[in-house]
């Protein structure tokens, strides 16, 4: 018999503005679509005008070639904490089933760090402003991860230097 889980929690509200700009990947869970020897991962986020916000993560794969993705994030039912994304093209969002969920679970009050994941547990991403993060704050949203249920057995720690895949390197 399968244990019953409490649901995942957001944070109510985000502001768009502030969360805006470049986070690193410090850590996740391992995910299909992205390669689990991924280095240097960061995901700049862009506000649009219509209330969306433009994802664009990139990383070095693990045949060190830059790899870029863009997406498009919206609020859900007006609850900023609780984002849906696509990364399909944009002439293609309208099939279903092709957004996922991207909640705010925790976030420090100067936007310095934030714990992300998804209400079915299969998705967590730990981001941070700078490359490094210190211990103490990266146990302190590790444990509200695992307050929230989330299996970290399987926790993926990218390797992060600093280094970024520029607009240059990805036209080479």
């Not at 019953?4 to 995910?31: C, F, H, K, N, Q």
């Not at 240097?40 to 790899?67: L, Q, S, W």
Request: some cysteine.
């Amino acid at each position: 018999m399968s244990e019953d889980l409490p649901a995942v929690t957001a944070v109510d509200a985000i502001d768009l503005a502030r969360y805006s700009g470049l986070w690193y990947e410090l850590g996740r869970l391992p995910m299909k679509w992205e390669d689990a020897k991924a280095t240097n991962i960061t995901a700049e986020y862009t506000p649009a005008d219509d209330g969306t916000i433009t994802v664009d993560n990139r990383c070095f794969g693990d045949d060190k070639k830059p790899t870029q993705s863009i997406g498009h994030a919206r609020p859900v039912d007006g609850v900023t904490g609780k984002l849906r994304v696509s990364f399909l093209p944009e002439f293609l969002r309208w099939v279903p089933f092709t957004e996922g969920d991207y909640w705010v679970l925790k976030i420090e009050p100067d936007y310095t760090t934030a714990l992300v994941g998804s209400p079915d547990r299969k998705n967590l991403w730990l981001l941070h402003r700078e490359p490094e993060i210190d211990d103490g704050l990266k146990a302190e949203y590790l444990a509200e991860a695992t307050r929230q249920r989330f299996d970290l057995a399987n926790w993926i720690t990218p390797v992060q230097t600093g280094a970024r895949v520029t607009d240059d390197l990805l036209k080479k």
